[in-house]
T-cell receptor, first 115, second 112 residues
Framework: DTAVSQTPKYLVTQMGNDKSIKCEQNLGHDTMYWYKQDSKKFLKIMFSYNNKELIINETVPNRFSPKSPDKAHLNLHINSLELGDSAVYFC??????????????FGSGTQLSVL | GQQLNQSPQSMFIQEGEDVSMNCTSSSIFNTWLWYKQDPGEGPVLLIALYKAGELTSNGRLTAQFGITRKDSFLNISASIPSDVGIYFCAGQLRTSGSRLTFGEGTQLTVNP
């Protein structure tokens, strides 16, 4: 059973389009995250939700909108895609999200290519 | 934002050799985590460290939480070809909630 699963694995699209990435975790965790990995493999947090509530919102263009219908799901919608949005996006989850003795578990990533 | 300095950036070693990599920061962390990322996959947690001075092993991997709480190292003994990948350190500041700060990664290549 996949603990943190995200779809699609690959996403190729034209500039200006709107796209969504879905994430689900079956670990019973309270907190979910979106991370972006750039071409140099640097991982940077974008958003974090704890039990459907937004708790971390880094400096991310407002074209990116996360949505958490329940604590097991965190989707990422991106409007008006730009070339610079091309990256690998990782969903992750952790048990409590309190920052104490936390471990993050990652999905396998979505490779987004904007043409 | 907070930076973690991870070194080396890349390593090319022969199978059977031992490997060491480390992360340092100017800030104090209350948690250090080490992850490995294989091509096309997400980072997988290898070792978690929660106390200053803590030394933890996971098979051939050993990691330590520095006494000053500003550094951590990861050792891999007797490397094998499947150790190839990118290794990331990650830390949590006491004041940053669940936000993880990642190092820049160490790309490990093991020649058979």
């Amino acid at each position: 059973d996949t603990a943190v699963s995200q779809t699609p694995k690959y996403l190729v699209t034209q500039m200006g389009n709107d796209k969504s990435i879905k994430c689900e975790q079956n670990l019973g965790h309270d907190t979910m995250y979106w991370y972006k990995q750039d071409s140099k493999k640097f991982l940077k947090i974008m958003f974090s939700y704890n039990n459907k509530e937004l708790i971390i919102n880094e400096t991310v263009p407002n074209r990116f909108s996360p949505k958490s219908p329940d604590k097991a799901h965190l989707n990422l919608h991106i409007n008006s895609l730009e070339l610079g949005d091309s990256a690998v996006y990782f969903c992750a989850s952790s048990l409590l999200g309190t920052g104490t003795n936390e471990k993050l578990f990652f999905g396998s990533g979505t490779q987004l290519s904007v043409l | 934002g907070q930076q973690l300095n991870q070194s080396p950036q890349s390593m090319f070693i022969q199978e059977g050799e031992d490997v060491s990599m480390n992360c340092t920061s100017s800030s104090i962390f209350n948690t250090w985590l080490w992850y490995k990322q294989d091509p096309g996959e997400g980072p997988v947690l290898l070792i978690a460290l929660y106390k200053a001075g803590e030394l933890t092993s996971n098979g051939r991997l050993t990691a330590q939480f520095g006494i000053t709480r500003k550094d951590s190292f990861l050792n891999i003994s007797a490397s094998i070809p499947s150790d190839v990948g990118i290794y990331f350190c990650a830390g949590q500041l006491r004041t940053s909630g669940s936000r993880l700060t990642f190092g820049e990664g160490t790309q490990l290549t093991v020649n058979p």
